[in-house]
């Protein structure tokens, strides 16, 4: 199992940045699948993006071109970049796991071996 932890939520004002960050606590992400989702208040959990274990990335049509993922190997984490953040964009930022490590997947198949999950971290698009 890896325990997730999400930083960087906070208020943004429309038309921000935002740089989130996922980590393990006990592990380093690098060789893991990892992906972003959120949910807003009322409505379904979204996905938005997933990172395979050799970077190559799906994302989903909702943040496609206003988001960027990247690994820092450094901190053994995973970020997330958001820029022309919109008030729709509040939400509760969740990112999740593999446990497998090395799995190289494509498109949204990612989504399927998501196995561990972190408690979220909200972002408030607000002025």
């Known amino acids: 199992q890896v325990q997730l932890m999400e930083s960087g939520g906070g208020l943004v004002q429309p038309g921000g940045s935002l740089r989130l960050s996922c980590a393990a606590s006990e592990r380093s992400l690098d060789t893991l699948s990892v992906a972003w989702f959120r949910q807003a208040p009322g409505k379904d959990r979204e996905g938005l993006l997933c990172m395979s274990a050799d970077a190559a990335t799906f994302y989903g049509d909702s943040i496609k071109g206003r988001a960027t993922a990247s690994r820092n190997n450094a901190q053994g984490a995973v970020n997330l970049q958001i820029d022309s953040l919109k008030p729709e964009d509040t939400a509760v930022y969740y990112c999740?796991?593999?446990?497998?490590?090395?799995?190289?997947?494509?498109?949204?198949?990612?989504?399927?071996?998501?196995?561990?999950w972190g408690q979220g971290t909200l972002v408030t698009v607000s002025s």
């Open positions: 999740a796991a593999a446990s497998e490590p090395f799995r190289t997947v494509r498109g949204a198949d990612c989504y399927k071996f998501l196995e561990n």
